[in-house]
Nanobody, 115 residues
Framework: QVQLVESGGGSVQAGGSLRLSCAASGSIFRFNAMGWYRQTPGETRVLVAT???????NYADSVKGRFTISRDNGKNMMYLQMNSLRPEDTAVYYCHLTQGGLGFWGQGTQVTVSS
C-alpha cells in the first residue's frame, strides 16, 4: 500500500506564491509517475502537472510558465512550486501516484487565491 500526504496549502493574494509538498510512504516502486491534480466544488478533478521517476514533466496549459513540479526520489517527496497565482487557481490540490497499474491519492490540501 501507498500513503500520500499533502502539505503547504493555504491562502494567498493574487500574484503570490505557494509551495505544495507530497510525502509518499509505504511500498514505493523505483519506477512510477506522480502528479498534482486539482478540484473545485461541482467540477471534476483535473490534471495540473505530472512527473515521472526519470524526471519527465507535463503541465496543463493553464499553469505552464507559472508552476513547477519536482520530486526527490531519495526522500519519496514531490513538490509543486506555484508562482503568479490567480483566483482561478483556487481549488483543493491532490497528490497522485501511479505504479504497477494502480493509482493512489492523497487527502488533498486547499489553496485559496484572493483577488
Amino acid at each position: 500500500q501507498v500513503q500520500l500526504v499533502e502539505s503547504g496549502g493555504g491562502s494567498v493574494q493574487a500574484g503570490g506564491s505557494l509551495r505544495l509538498s507530497c510525502a509518499a510512504s509505504g511500498s514505493i516502486f523505483r519506477f512510477n509517475a506522480m502528479g498534482w491534480y486539482r478540484q473545485t466544488p461541482g467540477e471534476t478533478r483535473v490534471l495540473v502537472a505530472t512527473i515521472t521517476s526519470g524526471g519527465s514533466t507535463n503541465y496543463a496549459d493553464s499553469v505552464k510558465g507559472r508552476f513547477t513540479i519536482s520530486r526527490d526520489n531519495g526522500k519519496n517527496m514531490m513538490y509543486l512550486q506555484m508562482n503568479s497565482l490567480r483566483p482561478e487557481d483556487t481549488a483543493v490540490y491532490y497528490c497522485h501516484l501511479t505504479q504497477g497499474g494502480l493509482g493512489f491519492w492523497g487527502q488533498g490540501t486547499q489553496v485559496t487565491v484572493s483577488s
